[in-house]
Structures are given as structure tokens and as C-alpha cells.
């Protein structure tokens, strides 16, 4: 399971994984045979875990997932169930109405490269259009998070001061043409870790205490479901 895991989440498995069970719990939708995308995939990871589930997926990434992601899906026998498209979430070549299922992790950064917040509302709207009428999205973002996180991210990413991570409050902002939003923070101390084992054991302290006297707008992984 473990190895399950790594394949799916990659990094900070701890924190990032309590997004999988939290959407199995939450979910009112039967995933057996639903119609699912993954935006932004990159390796493939969420869509390998909406495979198997059941779902018909369709796995994307602006210029396509990469070669990773296909030989995942066929390591794990569910590449039958995965179909791969170069999809761009600020304009998805899709009808309305087109899945039941969005899902995206860590992506909505990107997307708003150079403060580019007017990217990031157009992608939510994209998703909210081409899901069917209660269709639910699916997501884990990358927060801000804490002024600590803010400058290591400046001087330890290549990407950190370019990517414009949205804020808790951006968060219920983005949501607000769905029916039905819920969502929570977590994770602190594990994205501070320089290897998976150390923000294995970082992670493990997030959950025993940190996430519980941390504030929300301090942690640095947003974990929800939303309803058309």
C-alpha cells in the first residue's frame, strides 16, 4: 500500500494522501464507470486513483502527461481505463457538461503564474462548466501559507516566486459558482523536509499536533470537494 501510495501522491505522502480518503468519504457519486478528468497530471498519479475506483478517466497536463504517467497506468493494469490529452485548464476542449469528476492537485500555482489570479478564477469556471449537473470536483492546492513557507519557497524553488499560491480565503473565493463547498487546511512542518523521509516524519508530527494548534491560513495544502 505504501508503495501504492508513493505512486499516486509522490511527495509528502503523509499529507497530500489524507486528500484520497477524505474525497472517498465526502464523495455522494457511485465512481464505478463515472467519467473523470484529471487536470494537470503530470505523472499520472490521481488518475491511476480514479482507475481504480472504477472511473473512465481521461489524464491531461497542458503539453500532455508525460511518459511516466502511461507506463504507471500500465504497470498497475488500469491503462485501459486512462485515455491521455494535452488539455489546457483555462480553455478545456470539452462540451458542457462533459464528467462527473474534476480533479487536480497542485496546480491552480501554475495556472496563475505572475500573479495571474484572473487564470486561476478562469480555470475553477472551465472545470464548474464541463462538469455535468451534480458533478463534483476533487481537489489538493498549494496554499501560501506561512511567511516561513513564503521565503523558503523564494530561495529553495525555482518556481517559488513566480507561482501564485492562492490563500484559504482565495480558495472559498474561487469555489463560489458551486452548489456545495467544502474544504480544510493541513500541513505544516512536512514541506519543510528535503527528503521523503524526513517530511514522512515531519508529516507524522503535522498530525499528532501541529495541524491542530497551527492556524488554517498557516498550512500549506488545501483539501476539498465542491458540487455543481
Not at 482507475?51 to 500532455?64: E, H, I
Amino acid at each position: 500500500m505504501k508503495n501504492h501510495l508513493k505512486d499516486i501522491i509522490e511527495w509528502d505522502i503523509r499529507n497530500w494522501s489524507i486528500s484520497l480518503n477524505y474525497w472517498l468519504k465526502e464523495s455522494t457519486l457511485d465512481l464505478v464507470n463515472s467519467t473523470a478528468l484529471e487536470i494537470g497530471s503530470r505523472n499520472g498519479g490521481l488518475s491511476l486513483w480514479l482507475a481504480n475506483q472504477g472511473c473512465k478517466v481521461t489524464c491531461s497536463d497542458v503539453t500532455g502527461p508525460s511518459d511516466k504517467a502511461r507506463h504507471l497506468h500500465q504497470k498497475h493494469g488500469i491503462h485501459h481505463l486512462v485515455e491521455y490529452k494535452d488539455i489546457d485548464a483555462t480553455n478545456i476542449p470539452y462540451e458542457n457538461e462533459a464528467f462527473d469528476i474534476v480533479v487536480f492537485k497542485s496546480v491552480l500555482g501554475g495556472i496563475g503564474y505572475n500573479n495571474n489570479k484572473e487564470a486561476q478564477c478562469k480555470a475553477i469556471n472551465e472545470i464548474y462548466r464541463v462538469l455535468k449537473p451534480g458533478g463534483e470536483l476533487f481537489f489538493a492546492e498549494n496554499l501560501v501559507a506561512s511567511p516561513l513557507h513564503v521565503m523558503l519557497r523564494k530561495y529553495f524553488t525555482n518556481w517559488g516566486s513566480t507561482w501564485r499560491y492562492p490563500t484559504i480565503n482565495e480558495i472559498e473565493e474561487f469555489l463560489n459558482p458551486f452548489s456545495y463547498r467544502n474544504y480544510f487546511s493541513t500541513g505544516f512542518l512536512a514541506a519543510l523536509g528535503r527528503n521523503e523521509r524526513q517530511r514522512n516524519i515531519l508529516g507524522l508530527i503535522d498530525n499528532l499536533c501541529v495541524n491542530k494548534i497551527a492556524p488554517e491560513r498557516w498550512k500549506y495544502i488545501a483539501v476539498g470537494l465542491a458540487k455543481k
